[in-house]
Structure formats: C-alpha cells, structure tokens
C-alpha cells in the first residue's frame, strides 16, 4: 500500500510514521502551503481609513484613497471623527484653512498658462491676517482642480459610496458637537465609538490616519 493509501484510511502506526516519516512531513507541509496560497488568493484585501480634518484641502486624501480602494475591489471603511465628521454632512461647506499649511502653493486658475503655473508662496501670517483669504482660497482651489479634472469633494463621496465604501459615524463627535444624524447623509448607517472601529483597523490591511 502507498504512503498516500494508508494516509487516506488513517492508519497512522508507529510503524507508519516510522517508515515514512519524512515523506508525512514533506507530504503535509505541501498541502499546508497550497492551503494558505488558496486563502491568500481568495482572500479581498481591506482598508481602514481614519479621517480626523474637516477642512477643503485635507478632505480629498480620505475619498481619494476610499475611491482608489474600492476600484481595486478591496473592502474600504472610513471612519470619520472630530473635525472629520463634518465631511458626512449633507452640504459640505469645507473651506482651505491658511494655518497649518505652510507648503501650501497658490496657484491662479485663470489668466494664461505661465501665469497658472507659478506658485505663489504666501507665509502663513499673510494670509491669516487677510479678510476674507480662506473664502478666495477655496474658490481658486476648487476652480483650480475643475480645470485640472478633478471631482470635487460632493463628487468624490458619491464615488465613494457608489463604490461601496463603508462610511461609519463617530458617536462621541456626535454628541459632543450636538450634531443629530439628520445633518448627514443617510447612507451613514453606522455611529459608533472608537473601541468598535479599532479592532476593524487592526484586522485591515492598510490602516491610514489622516
């Protein structure tokens, strides 16, 4: 009787192991390996995404990444807290903020195309002290990037949700800032706590703060 005969009926003696020991060893360790390459190709790679800033320019990475994600077929959750949570809102009014930003380039949507390309470096000071600078700014932004092609923010979340993004809710933002979930997009179904989304991010494979 072959070895693979006698695994088969489950004879497993002393006498057996013995005898073919090694080529148990070999045989199992064979099996175990196309086992795990099986759950490995079969497995859909996940993606976690805590996104923390409510502000124009800090609101793109999060759908950008979640977009990207779900084009690739992966499971991708985004769980949106603190200034975050305003990005679920059903208007979103995110404007640039001129602190923070120091590398921030200035960029002139209109005009000729040498003209467009120069970046203007304006110090944070300037632009903080500037009435009415982060309502120009994020016209300039937005109309920048609709020259360019790029969706806008609105545009991006509806991607996103097409996509099947899974967009959870922080609870304790909720209550804190007074909110009711009748200022978000109904597609939130889930507001939960940070201890519910960690052990999401842990068992993802990517897991981004933002």
Request: glycine share 6%.
């Amino acid at each position: 009787m072959s070895s693979t005969a006698e695994i088969s009926s489950g004879k497993f003696s002393d006498e057996l192991l013995q005898k073919h020991g090694a080529a148990l060893d070999a045989w199992f360790d064979q099996r175990f390996e196309k086992k795990l390459k099986e759950v490995e190709e079969n497995k859909t790679p996940s993606m976690a995404i805590i996104a923390t800033k409510g502000t124009l320019d800090w609101a793109y990475p999060p759908f950008i990444l979640a977009s990207t994600g779900a084009a690739l077929g992966w499971d991708v959750s985004v769980f949106f807290t603190f200034y975050g949570l305003l990005l679920l809102k059903k208007d979103i009014e995110a404007e640039i903020s001129p602190l923070g930003n120091p590398a921030m380039p200035m960029k002139m949507p209109v005009g000729p195309k040498w003209f467009q390309d120069i970046a203007w470096p304006m110090p944070n000071l300037l632009m903080a002290n500037v009435p009415g600078f982060e309502k120009v700014a994020s016209a300039l932004m937005k109309k920048t990037f609709k020259n360019k092609g790029v969706a806008s923010v609105t545009e991006l979340r509806d991607l996103c949700l097409e996509a099947g993004v899974k967009m959870v809710a922080c609870q304790m933002t909720v209550d804190v800032f007074g909110f009711s979930r009748d200022d978000f997009i109904p597609e939130v179904k889930d507001y939960i706590g940070a201890a519910s989304f960690l052990p999401i991010a842990q068992k993802s494979d990517v897991c981004l703060f933002i």
